[in-house]
């Protein structure tokens, strides 16, 4: 059964960096991208980047070049999405989500649980 | 960028009601590669429809996608009290894969 469990809800600064993991469990870690998708109060669903687990290499939504960083650790399955230099627009509901198949372009089957990161002084 | 508009913002329907939901996008996008999403507070999005037109696992055929090009649409036939929720359909053709900005189904 596959499974996305991220970690838990943050409180930080403006101009400080939050890094949200996923660890993923059930199937072939390497064999699937991992995108993670925000969602700030009363606004809807963002995209912000896809990794492939596999090699590392990602691709991220231009409003969020230079300051999102997405890595991954082979040896726990786990995906981590860093996001610096931090304002109060960025406080917001964090996900994770799997693809349906093994290629970048693919619908979000399974999703983490949700991660709030709140950005307050 | 692609960008999706979906219409309308919100819909007041009862159980029973058949929903139509619309998700337009500005430029051309492979049917193949347009999804759609139910949402609810406090829970993770479910993936409804994949391809535009096929169902997700485990979803009710109640639920259908269709459209192609620009213009898709979801069809809920008959709504359940369990349907009201946020919809948001994604285009998974090219990066960014973006969103739309969501239909609320509400009773």
């Known amino acids: 059964q596959e499974q996305l469990v991220q970690s838990g809800a943050e409180v930080k600064k403006p101009g400080a960096s939050v890094k949200v993991s996923c660890k993923t469990s059930?199937?072939?870690?390497?064999?699937?991208?991992i995108h993670w998708v925000r969602q700030a109060p009363g606004r809807g669903l963002e995209w912000m980047g896809v990794i492939n687990a596999s090699g590392g290499s990602t691709k991220y939504a231009q409003r969020f070049q230079g300051r999102l960083t997405m890595t991954r650790d082979t040896s726990t399955s786990t995906v981590y999405m860093d996001l610096s230099s931090l304002t109060s627009e960025d406080t917001a509901l964090y996900y994770c989500?799997?693809?349906?198949?093994?290629?970048?372009?693919?619908?979000?089957?399974?999703w983490g649980q949700g991660t709030l990161v709140t950005v307050s002084s | 960028e692609i960008v999706l508009t979906q219409s309308p913002g919100t819909l007041s329907l009862s159980p029973g009601e058949r929903a139509t939901l619309s998700c337009r996008a500005s430029q051309s996008v492979s049917s193949t590669h347009l999804a759609w999403y139910q949402h609810k507070p406090g829970q993770a999005p479910r993936l409804l429809i994949y391809?535009?037109?096929s169902r997700a696992t485990g979803i009710p055929d109640r639920f259908g996608g269709s459209g192609s090009g620009t213009d898709f649409s979801l069809t809920i036939s008959r709504l359940e009290p369990e349907d009201f929720a946020v919809y948001y359909c994604?285009?998974?053709?090219?990066?960014?894969?973006?969103f739309g900005q969501g239909t609320k189904l509400e009773i």
């Open positions: 391809g535009a037109s």
């Open positions: 989500a799997r693809g349906r198949t093994m290629v970048r372009g693919s619908p979000l089957a399974y």
């Open positions: 059930g199937y072939t870690f390497i064999s699937y991208y």
């Open positions: 994604q285009q998974y053709d090219s990066s960014p894969y973006t």
